[in-house]
């Protein structure tokens, strides 16, 4: 029954879906949309082993679950592999980034509503961005180039849904003027430039996610300063500040860093991952808004040098986030399903896309 449940659900969602996206395919056909998709060419399948990253998590296939975002900063390239629990169901093929040098792709979010995660863009040195609508593991529409705010250090840092009307919006921040700007976005489009608002105080403070921590539906900040080894929580209302959170000691120890923020014991509001990359170990905190509820245990995770939590996002369809494990030498990950704090199910290690190549 609950699994009938589940595929209505989908049914619904997939109708809803195609629906929505006939309707937000339209204000799309502006000047951009006659822009030519760049082809899979020689030079995306000369990637070289190594290059490859995980990126992030979302569910790009509207099965419930989440699939695999990689990319390739050095070629400027992506790869959505579409997941099934905590084993590769379909490797994606490797879609080239936006033209130009400096891009980089950020954690998928769904900017149409369409249900299906997209990927967001952004360029450091000339503090622009860019949303690509996805359909799967295949590019839909990339989205026109977006100047950030005015004035030197900006980057796109993360996006998410701040205003509660299910499109992703964009986070900006500047960590030399310690500044962030929250953009609402309508798809590929900017609908709102939010004002500036002050940041954590102080150096080394970099934003490690944007999620919803107070269960109000809109995305807050957490942010993390790996050298003090602190983090802090701060609220938002759409593209204003709500309440700047405490800030939050790490776990014990060096090397510690706040990977991202995702919902592990199903109440709603997110919990914060950590991750040694000296230990190769990982610590989930449960949260109570920008309060600590419950600092977990350390975890080791899979055996051998090299491995590190990369991102969190729920894999087996419990509602409860799990972690992305991934090491560079060589390229590989593995989904290990937990429950709360502890772990449930270490998934198997998964060959990167370097390893799939020609
Ligand atoms: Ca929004
Ligand atoms: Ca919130
Ligand atoms: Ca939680
Ligand atoms: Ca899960």
Redesign the pocket.
Known sequence: MKSLVRRLDIAVLVAAGAALLACTGRPESGPESGRVTPALGADTQRLTAGDWKVIGAGDFNLDGSADVLWANPVKSAMAVWLMRGTHLLLPGPAIPGPLGAGWSALTPADFNFDGLADVPWSNAGTSTMETWLLAGPHLLLPGPEIPGPVGEGWSAVTAA?????????MLWYNAGTNRMAVW??AGTRL?QAGPELPAPPGPGWIVSTAADFNYDGMADVLFNNPTSNEMSVWLMSGTELLAPGPVIPGPSGAGWSAVTAADFNLDGMADVIWTNSAHGSMAVWLMNGPLLRHPGPELPGPIGAGWSVAYAADFNFDGMADAIWQNAAPTRMAVWLMSGTHLLLPGPEIPGPADLGP
């Open positions: 849904d701040f205003n509660l009307d299910g499109f992703a919006d609402l976005m609908l």
